[in-house]
């Protein structure tokens, strides 16, 4: 199995780092953090992501992670703090207390460490993001000490928690809104709607008691559970950088400061203009506070694909040591460990196997549904399924650096990183929000100047319904949430976006070329035909073959033996080897002579090759080459050694044309050889006998007219082309490096990853299109409305109740729109997926 490496990040890691923000709500906030980094000396790039609440900041020198924290707390946001208590092993006395201490303070990102020499524990308090585990236990390690955790949760656990708490928090704040509002509601909208009401209200409290009523309620639900409005939006409006929180704060305020004055100094406002909106102001929060609810529950949704990944993770594993066998935590195996695998079990860590023999699922890292059978010297993954037999195997990957962790991280840049496309959408948003006051404000005196009577009153509605429609939620959360579905979506089915452009790219490919060795076919030697001559059985013929062969070191040979033990046959010793250069080798194999080798060498033992004329020239149009054996003094058979196709390339061949795509093989092979292959499978171009350094070139004559050329490979010396194509697809079987050169990672070295690659591309971007369609098209048909253009014409006036339900509606929609993308389904499907569309193990997690 192919080890994958991604950017690594982490304090000092390397030249990013992946903070999480907190309170960030819009488009605007996003803008708005940024800018804040971008500001920052030595800050190379910056992409800040409102789904995934993060900001990737690339460095041009040493990251400096306490500077990126302040930026983020000085825009009026914030980093998450996390405590954990870790075990620490070998204290003795003060001094090692202060060591300890001394070296976790160091550590980029820690706030405090403390040290119990009595419990032999630190508590250390971090910024996630900032620091890790893995670096705070380093520095323990580098003070001379050995650290163990204790706590048992790992860095997603306390991530997720983290997103409970806020979602409990908001749940709370929430139903208090709810219960808050009612009253408001149905006293004041109820009076208007319903004459019964109305009566009951005049004839037993009355208005003004009714007013004061309002009063206290609203004042509890602006400045209870509304009061997150006012502690981010009044620091943004005094920044100069309004955001969402400051819509709403001026919202909300100007309609329950309007209703306070209409209340308690009626006699300073026109007459006739002294009405309450006591009931818009608490709807308006609580409409919100459910849109912010129902956001973050389906923004959980979002990263399903993330947790679906570290659920795969076992908490444990059993290792030998001392003689025993125990029981350890997964973060106390080490490499060299000998680890041991039961039936049905999870494999812990990656490993090579030592004894025994087994089946293992590896459906979640490649996507092949079936079992691969496992055996002393195989490599296996961490996180796959032990189906039957039992085994031990040697831990040479664990923590962060098992597969299945490097899986994560590369799931997890693309989620976060950002498209050409959301480029085209900060420009807009950078300045939505203050256009959006400017439009109040002109709104506000327009009606003021032109209104009918009250004008005030229409002026101050109008105004708060173009602040609260206007929230520019839908717009922020449009890309980000596709992509992430999108992206884990594709995880699921064996492919990894290495870089999230990619995904947009893809979509955009007009033709794919691929390389043939290892991509097109299997990339080693087979035996593909014996046709035996008359008098003569196939597998006697076979055997004396494989014994001449077993001599010689060619790749034709070695595929000849193998072919030879897969149908257990009996191989001979050979006797009197003779090699003949050029024209092949003979040998005396259990009495009999036996010669094999190319049609020249029959000419010269003196054997007709006529009768085989028919066969040689089938092989021949396949694309490989025929060679004789003559048996006693006889023609025996016809035989051909090639490099086989994969059996699932016609079909993604075929499919890839369904696409509207054209296809083109790059190859080493000479013209005749490779047009035969490209007409064998419906290729459409073909450049062959290209040198390992002319690919890159190859690529270019691809791109003729300007067409967008995704390239196909698996090998080091196509690592330059998949560097130079417009989007680089690499067979997860290949090369380290080939892969580290790629876009887009294929876990499988199934070519129809790259058919469903494709189609996700084009499901994924037409789901942003269709997300940001609705987030504009909602405001520029809204606003306006919400303004009162349709007043003159129909007397139509957009309720700021009936804003605040919309504004929440449209976020909750792009939010829904995304998660469709977790129902794609793949165009070509492993044969062995159940009728559903999905391996067992899909089945199973989805269950889980």
């Given at each position: 199995m192919t080890n994958v490496v991604p950017l690594q990040k982490g304090a000092g890691a390397s030249s990013t780092l992946s903070i999480p923000v907190e309170g960030m709500t819009c488009a605007s906030c996003v803008s708005h953090v940024e800018k804040a980094i971008a500001k920052l000396p030595d800050v190379a790039k910056v992409s800040v992501n409102l789904a995934t609440e993060r900001a990737d900041v690339a460095f041009t020198g040493k990251p400096d992670a306490a500077v990126i924290v302040r930026a983020i707390e000085g825009a009026g946001y914030g980093v998450r703090e996390t405590t954990v208590e870790l075990g620490v092993a070998g204290m003795t006395c003060a001094s090692c207390v202060a060591h300890v201490e001394k070296a976790v303070n160091a550590v980029p990102g820690v706030e405090t460490a403390t040290v119990n020499l009595a419990t032999e524990r630190v508590s250390v308090r971090y910024r996630a993001g900032v620091a890790s585990l893995e670096d705070i236990e380093a520095a323990i390690r580098g003070a001379g000490y050995e650290p163990h955790r204790i706590e048992g949760k790992a860095s997603t656990d306390r991530e997720r928690e983290a997103r409970e708490r806020e979602m409990n928090g908001l749940r709370r704040s929430l139903l208090i809104a709810a219960v808050l509002t009612l009253p408001v509601f149905v006293i004041e909208m109820g009076s208007h709607l319903v004459p019964a009401i109305h009566d009951l209200v005049m004839n037993t409290i009355?208005?003004?008691?009714?007013?004061?009523?309002?009063?206290?309620?609203?004042?509890?639900?602006?400045?209870?559970?509304?009061?997150?409005?006012?502690?981010?939006?009044?620091?943004?409006?005094?920044?100069?950088?309004?955001?969402?929180?400051?819509?709403?704060?001026?919202?909300?305020?100007?309609?329950?400061?309007?209703?306070?004055?209409?209340?308690?100094?009626?006699?300073?406002?026109?007459?006739g203009t002294a009405n309450v909106y006591y009931e818009a102001?608490?709807?308006?929060?609580?409409?919100?506070?459910?849109?912010?609810?129902?956001?973050?529950?389906?923004?959980?949704?979002?990263?399903?694909?993330?947790?679906?990944?570290?659920?795969?993770?076992?908490?444990?594993?059993?290792?030998?040591?001392?003689?025993?066998?125990?029981?350890?935590?997964?973060?106390?195996?080490?490499?060299?460990?000998?680890?041991?695998?039961?039936?049905?079990?999870?494999?812990?860590?990656?490993?090579?196997?030592?004894?025994?023999?087994?089946?293992?699922?590896?459906?979640?890292?490649?996507?092949?549904?079936?079992?691969?059978?496992?055996?002393?010297?195989?490599?296996?993954?961490?996180?796959?399924i032990n189906k039957t037999g039992a085994f031990s195997f040697r831990a040479t990957k664990v923590g962060a650096d098992t597969m299945l962790a490097q899986i994560i991280r590369m799931v997890e840049e693309a989620q976060g990183s950002k498209l050409p496309i959301q480029a085209q959408v900060?420009?807009?948003?950078?300045?939505?929000?203050?256009?959006?006051?400017?439009?109040?404000?002109?709104?506000?005196?327009?009606?003021?100047?032109?209104?009918?009577?009250?004008?005030?009153?229409?002026?101050?509605?109008?105004?708060?319904?173009?602040?609260i429609i206007a929230c520019p939620c839908a717009m922020g959360l449009a890309t980000p949430t596709s992509i992430m579905v999108g992206t884990g979506r594709a995880?699921?089915?064996?492919?990894?976006?290495?870089?999230?452009?990619?995904?947009?790219?893809?979509?955009?490919?007009?033709?794919?070329?691929?390389?043939?060795?290892?991509?097109?076919?299997?990339?080693?030697?087979?035996?593909?035909?014996?046709?035996?001559?008359?008098?003569?059985?196939?597998?006697?013929?076979?055997?004396?073959?494989?014994?001449?062969?077993?001599?010689?070191?060619?790749?034709?040979?070695?595929?000849?033996?193998?072919?030879?033990?897969?149908?257990?046959?009996?191989?001979?010793?050979?006797?009197?080897?003779?090699?003949?250069?050029?024209?092949?080798?003979?040998?005396?194999?259990?009495?009999?002579?036996?010669?094999?080798?190319?049609?020249?060498?029959?000419?010269?033992?003196?054997?007709?090759?006529?009768?085989?004329?028919?066969?040689?020239?089938?092989?021949?149009?396949?694309?490989?080459?025929?060679?004789?054996?003559?048996?006693?003094?006889?023609?025996?058979?016809?035989?051909?050694?090639?490099?086989?196709?994969?059996?699932?390339?016609?079909?993604?061949?075929?499919?890839?044309?369904?696409?509207?795509?054209?296809?083109?093989?790059?190859?080493?092979?000479?013209?005749?050889?490779?047009?035969?292959?490209?007409?064998?499978?419906?290729?459409?171009?073909?450049?062959?006998?290209?040198?390992?350094?002319?690919?890159?070139?190859?690529?270019?004559?691809?791109?003729?007219?300007?067409?967008?050329?995704?390239?196909?490979?698996?090998?080091?010396?196509?690592?330059?082309?998949?560097?130079?194509?417009?989007?680089?697809?690499?067979?997860?079987?290949?090369?380290?490096?080939?892969?580290?050169?790629?876009?887009?990672?294929?876990?499988?070295?199934?070519?129809?990853?790259?058919?469903?690659?494709?189609?996700?591309?084009?499901?994924?971007?037409?789901?942003?299109?269709?997300?940001l369609f609705w987030a504009f098209a909602y405001n520029a048909a809204l606003i306006p409305v919400a303004a009162g253009v349709l007043y003159p014409v129909s007397g139509t006036l957009l309720s700021p109740v009936l804003a605040a339900g919309a504004m929440a509606l449209s976020s909750v929609f792009v939010l829904s729109n995304a998660l469709r993308l977790k129902a794609f389904r793949p165009v070509l499907a492993g044969e062995a997926e159940t009728a559903e569309g999905r391996t067992e193990t899909q089945v199973r997690l989805a269950a889980a």
């Open positions: 009355g208005t003004q008691t009714s007013w004061l009523i309002q009063f206290v309620l609203t004042t509890a639900v602006l400045f209870g559970p509304g009061r997150l409005f006012f502690k981010r939006g009044v620091p943004a409006m005094l920044r100069g950088t309004p955001d969402m929180n400051a819509l709403v704060m001026v919202g909300t305020s100007a309609a329950w400061g309007y209703s306070v004055v209409a209340t308690f100094a009626p006699q300073v406002l026109p007459a102001a608490a709807v308006i929060v609580t409409l919100i506070l459910l849109g912010r609810y129902l956001e973050a529950k389906a923004k959980g949704r979002t990263s399903e694909a993330i947790k679906r990944l570290v659920r795969l993770q076992p908490k444990t594993a059993r290792v030998e040591r001392d003689g025993q066998t125990i029981e350890v935590s997964l973060s106390e195996v080490r490499t060299g460990d000998i680890v041991q695998a039961r039936p049905g079990e999870q494999v812990p860590v990656d490993g090579e196997v030592v004894e025994g023999s087994s089946y293992v699922d590896e459906s979640m890292i490649t996507g092949e549904p079936v079992p691969v059978a496992k055996q002393a010297g195989a490599e296996v993954v961490g996180g796959t900060d420009k807009v948003t950078a300045w939505f929000v203050p256009a959006v006051m400017a439009v109040a404000a002109i709104t506000f005196l327009v009606w003021l100047v032109f209104g009918p009577s009250p004008a005030l009153t229409f002026a101050l509605v109008n105004a708060v319904a173009v602040l995880a699921e089915l064996g492919v990894l976006f290495r870089k999230g452009e990619a995904l947009q790219s893809l979509r955009d490919v007009a033709m794919v070329a691929l390389d043939k060795t290892g991509t097109l076919t299997k990339g080693r030697p087979e035996l593909t035909d014996l046709t035996p001559s008359a008098g003569f059985e196939h597998d006697e013929v076979l055997a004396l073959v494989a014994a001449v062969e077993a001599k010689s070191e060619h790749p034709i040979a070695t595929a000849t033996v193998a072919a030879a033990e897969e149908r257990g046959l009996q191989i001979g010793t050979p006797e009197s080897f003779d090699a003949v250069p050029g024209y092949g080798v003979a040998a005396t194999v259990g009495g009999r002579h036996v010669a094999v080798g190319a049609d020249r060498y029959m000419e010269k033992l003196g054997h007709d090759v006529a009768a085989f004329a028919g066969e040689a020239a089938r092989l021949g149009g396949e694309g490989k080459s025929p060679l004789y054996a003559a048996i006693d003094g006889r023609l025996a058979a016809v035989i051909a050694v090639a490099d086989p196709i994969k059996e699932t390339t016609p079909e993604a061949i075929r499919a890839l044309h369904d696409l509207g795509l054209k296809v083109a093989m790059i190859t080493g092979d000479n013209r005749a050889t490779a047009q035969a292959v490209a007409r064998q499978l419906g290729i459409d171009e073909v450049v062959p006998e290209v040198l390992p350094d002319g690919k890159v070139t190859a690529i270019h004559a691809l791109r003729s007219g300007d067409r967008k050329v995704a390239f196909v490979g698996d090998g080091i010396n196509d690592a330059p082309a998949l560097a130079e194509a417009d989007v680089g697809l690499a067979i997860g079987t290949g090369t380290d490096v080939a892969i580290e050169s790629a876009d887009v990672v294929l876990m499988s070295g199934d070519l129809r990853g790259v058919v469903n690659a494709i189609a996700l591309s084009k499901a994924t971007i037409r789901n942003i299109k269709q997300n």
